[in-house]
């Protein structure tokens, strides 16, 4: 069985700084995914960054970075220069190779101070 | 080109009522998924479904609940005799096309409908 765990429930950032989000899994498998969603205020869950477990570089997109570390299971998100506009849930989420369902981690809550 | 539609956004039902909830996937997208968010967790799991078949209901309640996907027209998700424990987001999402050497299947999710069980 698959497991995400997110160990910060809420974190306060200074805008303009970079901030860490952690997350650890929990698999058998070799090949999986690893993806990281956004979710505002307004509700919506937001695609943010996806990385394969056999990509060997870390996966960037803007300026959402994903810390990929395959032998500590790790798959902590990077925002650089954060921006007001950040503040919402994020929430990191698995799905192993052949299965189409995703597992989630419980979230971060985000909140970046002006 | 529009993302995935679910409606009603928000649903009031009383207890014993029926809630159904709408789902039109992205353009050329034949997968869909629906998942369940209670307050304050992540997302889980409920049904995953091509055009006319339910491929995978393993999350799916064993009562009351049901989920199709016609060959025409939106997504359902069925919720027979709610009761207040049904209270909760459910999304949708959807995906193209599954390659299955693609492991990059990026789901990409409604808005969610906000179900109240009064």
């Known amino acids: 069985a698959q497991k995400i765990t997110q160990t910060q429930p809420g974190m306060f950032v200074q805008e303009k700084e970079a901030v860490t989000l952690d997350c650890t899994y929990d698999?058998?498998?070799?090949?999986?995914?690893l993806f990281w969603y956004k979710q505002p205020s307004s509700g919506e869950m937001i695609f943010l960054i996806y990385q394969g477990s056999y990509d060997e570089q870390n996966a960037t997109e803007g300026r959402y970075s994903l810390n990929f570390q395959k032998a500590r299971k790790s798959a902590n998100l990077v925002i650089s220069a954060s921006q007001l506009g950040d503040s919402a849930m994020y929430f990191c989420a698995m799905r192993d190779f052949g299965n189409e369902k995703l597992t989630f981690g419980t979230g971060t809550r985000l909140t970046i101070i002006p | 080109n529009a993302g995935v539609m679910q409606n009603p956004r928000h649903l009031v039902r009383r207890r014993g009522q029926e809630a159904r909830l709408r789902c039109s996937p992205m353009?050329?997208?034949?997968?869909v998924y629906w998942y369940r968010q209670l307050p304050e967790e992540g997302l889980k799991f409920m049904v995953y479904l091509q055009k006319e078949n339910i491929i995978d209901e393993s999350g799916m309640p064993k009562e009351r609940f049901s989920a199709e996907f016609p060959k025409e027209g939106p997504s359902i998700l069925r919720i027979q005799q709610v009761v207040r424990g049904d209270s909760a987001a459910y999304f949708c999402?959807?995906?193209?096309?599954?390659?299955?050497?693609?492991?990059?299947?990026?789901?990409?999710f409604g808005a969610g409908t906000r179900l109240s069980v009064l």
């Open positions: 353009k050329g997208h034949s997968h």
């Open positions: 698999t058998s498998d070799q090949s999986y995914g």
């Open positions: 999402a959807s995906s193209p096309t599954r390659d299955s050497a693609a492991a990059k299947n990026i789901q990409y």
